[in-house]
């Protein structure tokens, strides 16, 4: 897909995150199939722990100004916003950025913020793309190791590296 139309599909599903809130990506996970790309190239897996973690590390780490505020607010990536009503959220969006009416900020800026946050979604994948494997005999090394494991140690090491890294994508 080219970019613009990656994008442009990206804008449109971070528009269904906003009206359906993160609490309930879970129910509309099939209709995100952009955001589930990217979680798998930037996270790993498509889930919607997956998405919601990446969402938040991007926040987290690429999101500034006026538009980061705004997104963070409009998709409830802001502390204590995650289950908070859609049209809660639009009104305190344009309340802490100025705006008199909703409606105006709903027109544009609304529109604005989201295609920020698609680009930056966009920039955390073509980042993660970039990063070079340092040494390439450990990797093998660990991926041998890897293949003898069993089921059920094989779902371990997935549940302790899926902690491991939920705790840096925390970390300032």
Partial sequence: ????????????????????????????????????????????????????????????????GAQGTAIGILLGLELGRRGANPSVLREVAAKRLGYYSVETFRKKPEYNAIAYFADLLLRYASDTERLEVTNPNKVDHIMELISQLTVAEYNELMRRVRHWFSMLVQQP
Wanted: glycine share 4%; proline share 3%.
């Fill in 1 to 64: 897909m080219p970019g613009e139309d990656r994008r442009e599909a990206l804008i449109a599903e971070l528009k269904i995150v906003r009206k359906t809130g993160l609490h309930r990506l879970r129910e509309r996970i099939d209709e995100l199939p952009e955001l589930s790309q990217l979680a798998t190239v930037t996270m790993g897996a498509s889930t919607a722990d997956d998405i919601e973690t990446m969402l938040r590390h991007v926040f987290r780490s690429y999101a500034e």
